[in-house]
């Protein structure tokens, strides 16, 4: 069973930072994608961004972005410790959310959320003005 556990998330001000964690158990999938959604309250779930690799330990990787956060959003990934990373920077207002992590374990890449198998629990992210 796959888990996926969020952590990260508070309150910050315009122009700051924070950076979101998933901490995934998910077994010996060689190819899989992790994927970074948010809602905001009374709007639909939107992509954000999405890492994909091959391979187990030193797989190569590749980052997609959505256009609203290009630029300023960063995902990674640390093998060691099965996390990947969501870095958010020059945080606006609307960015405020609840952010999931959620996973492909055919390691789609795909900024549909009925496509990923496996959600986190969320964390929320609010940007104050």
């Known amino acids: 069973q796959v888990q996926l556990v969020e952590s990260g998330g508070g309150l910050v001000q315009a122009g700051g930072s924070l950076r979101l964690s998933c901490a995934a158990s998910i077994g010996r999938f060689s190819t899989y994608t992790v994927g970074w959604f948010r809602q905001a309250p009374g709007k639909e779930r939107e992509f954000v961004a999405a890492?994909?690799?091959?391979?187990?330990?030193?797989?190569?990787?590749?980052?997609y972005y959505a256009d609203s956060v290009k630029g300023r959003f960063t995902a990674s990934r640390d093998n060691a410790k099965n996390t990947v990373y969501l870095q958010m920077d020059s945080l606006k207002p609307e960015d405020t959310a609840v952010y999931y992590c959620?996973?492909?374990?055919?390691?789609?890449?795909?900024?549909?959320?009925?496509?990923?198998?496996?959600w986190g629990q969320g964390t929320q992210v609010t940007v104050s003005s």
């Open positions: 890492i994909r690799w091959t391979g187990s330990w030193s797989g190569t990787s590749s980052e």
């Open positions: 959620a996973m492909n374990r055919m390691g789609a890449v795909t900024a549909t959320s009925d496509e990923y198998d496996y």
